[in-house]
């Protein structure tokens, strides 16, 4: 199935080469991107060079163009691979500090751009009411790393919330779940 390209501001000329010469089927970040749910940098990557020529070809044509230090973002959905951003530059700062709010971002801008093409009432289909009501956001509110102990639930019982809210908000996992909950106004940051 071909991917859609939701919005981009790659060079136009990068942008050209890729599609024409249909690098999406042989660049080993495509293939990363189907195996992990976990941001990486582009330059890790495991590839052989020797083995994967084309494979080899992308990697220099991005580097060519200076965009070598990427950012992979891939955007799960509860039913396996969605998409996926990427972020590159000449230097990125991507610090230990940064990686986990660029993480974010990344998921919820692909799921403004993604909620574009589809109807507002949410990944599954609930009206926010509904949705609201059934995950217990409430409940879920006090359930923060800090105030598990004063609530006296156990580590198993919070899983249990986390990944009911999850499934609940047609989530891929906790990081798509805050994502999609600050999205609909479940969470106010």
């Known amino acids: 199935m071909p991917g859609v390209v939701l919005a981009h501001r790659i060079p136009p000329e990068l942008f050209k080469l890729y599609v024409e010469r249909r690098y999406a089927d042989v660049d080993p970040a495509m293939r990363m ?19 994967e020529r084309r494979g080899a070809q992308v990697m220099a044509l991005v580097a060519d163009f200076g ?13 396996g691979p969605c998409g996926n ?3 590159a530059g000449p230097t990125p700062e991507l610090t230990a500090r940064n990686k986990p709010a660029l993480h974010i ?8 751009g993604a909620s574009a093409r589809r109807p507002l009432t949410g990944s599954a289909g609930w009206s926010d009411h509904a949705r609201a009501r059934s995950v217990g956001v409430d409940r879920l509110r006090e359930i923060r790393l800090g105030n598990r102990e004063i609530l006296g639930i156990g ?5 249990e919330h986390v ?16 994502v999609f909950a600050i999205r609909d106004g479940l969470i106010q940051i």
Do not use: C, H, I
Request: proline share 8%; hydrophobic share 40%.
């Open 105 to 112: 971002m990344a998921l919820y801008a692909f799921d403004r």
């Open 85 to 87: 951003v990427w972020m």
């Open 33 to 51: 991107l189907r195996r992990t749910t976990e941001p990486f940098k582009w330059l890790d990557v495991p590839y052989d060079p020797q083995r």
């Open 155 to 159: 580590k198993r019982t919070v899983d």
């Open 67 to 79: 965009l070598s230090q990427g950012f992979f973002v891939p955007t799960p959905s509860a039913a």
């Open 163 to 178: 990944q009911t809210a999850v499934r609940k908000l047609g989530a891929a996992n906790k990081t798509q779940a805050v």
